[in-house]
């Protein structure tokens, strides 16, 4: 007996995971993103494996896109919805963007706040 869900304060997904298209580094090194830019829009994610209990709003989660295994962090959401699914043992959800990282920080948060091996810069 016991427990099997996991605490996260990071939404830590992959493309086929629901990570936004629209959160393109090149774009973004070019021409800054803002939260702003995302204003009004809802986003989904979905088979993150295992369950997990995401912190819920007013609180941030930190938005990291997992690409081949390297973290990039974006910056912060708030998770609005969320299901754990035991048939699967996936949990699946809907965030709002409410912050994104200015290029520079990015790049150092991506450096300096993961695990060896997951630096993505």
Request: charge should be neutral; glycine fraction near 6%.
């Amino acid at each position: 007996m016991g427990s099997y869900i996991e605490l996260n304060d990071t939404l830590q997904i992959t493309a086929d995971q629901g990570f936004p298209k629209d959160l393109d580094l090149k774009r973004h090194q070019e021409r800054p993103f803002t939260a702003e830019d995302f204003e009004g829009k809802v986003f989904e994610f979905k088979n993150k494996p295992e369950m997990r209990l995401f912190h819920t709003a007013p609180n941030r989660v930190f938005l990291v896109h997992n690409i081949n295994g390297k973290w990039l962090y974006w910056g912060h959401v708030n998770i609005i919805e969320q299901t754990m699914h035991s048939d699967t043992k996936t949990t699946s959800g809907k965030f709002i963007i409410t912050k994104i990282y200015p290029p520079e920080y990015q790049k150092q948060i991506s450096k300096f706040e993961v695990s060896p091996g997951k630096e993505y810069f």
